[in-house]
C-alpha cells in the first residue's frame, strides 16, 4: 500500500458516505471519514470512521453541554446558567457559559467570547453569576478562614 493508493481510497469513501447519510440519519447518528494510516512494509492501510449521535432535531449532540446539565451542581453550578452571557470585569470581554469537560481537574467549564473557547475553574463562574448558585461562599465573600489560637 502507498500514498497514491490510500488517497484514492479516501477519494472514493467522500464520495460513498454522503450516499448514505441518509440511513445514518435514521438511526440518529452522523458519519464522516476520520484519520488514516498505512504501512508500506506490511501493505495495508487503516481508515477511521467517526460517528456522532444525533439529537432529535437533526444536530449533532454537544457533550460538553450535555454534561453541564447533567454535573454541573457537583461543581456549586446552576445547570440553568447553561448558554447565559457574562462579562469578564477585568477586561469587560463578554463570554458564554459553554460547557463541561469532566476529563479536566480544576480549569474543566468551558466559555466561549463566540470565536474562540476557553477554560476555566467553576469559582470564577461563581464569581460572575453570585445570585444563582444560592449561599456564596467564603471564595466569594473576600473572607479567608483563620485560625485562633
Not at 498505512?38 to 453541554?65: H, M, P, Q, S
Amino acid at each position: 500500500m502507498d500514498r497514491e493508493r490510500c488517497k484514492a481510497i479516501r477519494g472514493l469513501l467522500q464520495q460513498i458516505l454522503p450516499l448514505y447519510a441518509d440511513e445514518f440519519k435514521q438511526i440518529g447518528v452522523s458519519v464522516r471519514d476520520g484519520n488514516a494510516k498505512f504501512d508500506t512494509i506490511i501493505g495495508t492501510a487503516t481508515f477511521k470512521l467517526e460517528f456522532v449521535d444525533l439529537a432529535d432535531n437533526g444536530e449533532k449532540v454537544d457533550i460538553f453541554a450535555e454534561n453541564f446539565k447533567r454535573q454541573a451542581q457537583y461543581y456549586g453550578l446552576n445547570p440553568e446558567i447553561l448558554g447565559k452571557k457574562f462579562t469578564d470585569k477585568m477586561r469587560g470581554n463578554e463570554f458564554t457559559v459553554v460547557g463541561l469537560n469532566p476529563a479536566k481537574r480544576k480549569k474543566c467549564i468551558l466559555i466561549s467570547d463566540g470565536n474562540k473557547t476557553y477554560i476555566t475553574t467553576p469559582e470564577t463562574i461563581i464569581r460572575m453569576f453570585p445570585n444563582e448558585h444560592g449561599k456564596p461562599t467564603l471564595f466569594d465573600t473576600g473572607l479567608k478562614i483563620v485560625n485562633k489560637p
